[in-house]
């Protein structure tokens, strides 16, 4: 049976834990929650590289696959924590802005925290995608310790939303924002589609341990095609 690790600094890795565990029950799925270095957010890249590797290391060699749910932690230190450990497997968090089909036309809104959006990693990102649509980054800082409090409404998006154009599409760049992924497609409604990334993470770490379409599931059609496959 195969061996699955979450790690995350905070709730994200509840949330996606709980996600494959639901679609790949037959595993093991454990966490790995660094909650006394949470929040990750305000980190230097240098600083959360160090992080990571030291949360980790005990664990290296022990699961067929280390999940690295944290957004941020994904951007900094995935790339280098694959070559520390080239023994051992890792899946980073998926960026749907490299992912999802969109029409020169389509009016895209990103929403992530701003470590994200304003990072280095993530604006190359972004500069690859400009001119297959119009994007727009919103960033949702103030949202996360409401959700981590139950405190979030329909009301907060309804107030964040006010200044900013209707999308086609909304993307949610951080794993957080799935506890609310409803409240955020009630508000939207009708007019926009809401994407998460659970659906490439879980062809991801399917791939990984190489049990690709085991579950079942195709990628929505809304997804770009890497390499001719999906």
């Known amino acids: ?16 834990a709980e996600y494959l565990s639901l679609e790949l029950g037959v595993f093991q799925v454990d966490r790995i929650i660094d909650w006394k270095n949470f929040p990750y957010s305000y980190r230097t890249p240098v600083k959360i590289r160090s992080l990571v ?14 999940v690295i749910s944290n957004s941020v932690a994904s951007l900094h230190a995935l790339k280098y924590i694959k070559e520390k450990y080239s ?30 959006l304003f990072s280095r990693e993530y604006r190359k990102i972004l500069d690859k995608r400009r001119g297959m649509a119009e994007y727009t980054i919103v960033t949702c800082d103030g949202w996360l310790e409401k959700i981590d409090n139950r ?62 379409n085991s579950t079942g599931k195709k990628l929505p059609s809304v997804f770009r095609k890497v390499g001719g496959r999906e």
């Open 151 to 212: 405190e979030f409404t329909i009301d907060d998006v309804a107030e964040k939303m006010k200044n900013f154009e209707t999308p086609d599409i909304v993307l949610l760049e951080c794993t957080q924002l799935l506890r609310v992924k409803k409240l955020i497609e009630g508000y939207f409604g009708w007019r926009a589609q809401v994407i998460d990334a659970n659906t490439l993470l879980l062809r991801d770490v399917c791939r990984a341990i190489k049990i690709s």
């Open 53 to 66: 590797r030291s949360a980790l290391k005990p664990h290296i060699g022990k699961y067929d696959v280390i």
């Open 87 to 116: 023994e051992q497997k890792f899946v980073g968090m998926p960026f749907l802005i490299d992912a999802v089909k969109t029409l020169k036309t389509s009016k895209v809104m990103v929403l992530s925290t701003s470590s994200v």
């Open 1 to 16: 049976m195969a061996k699955i690790a979450v790690f995350d600094s905070g709730w994200g890795g509840d949330i996606c």
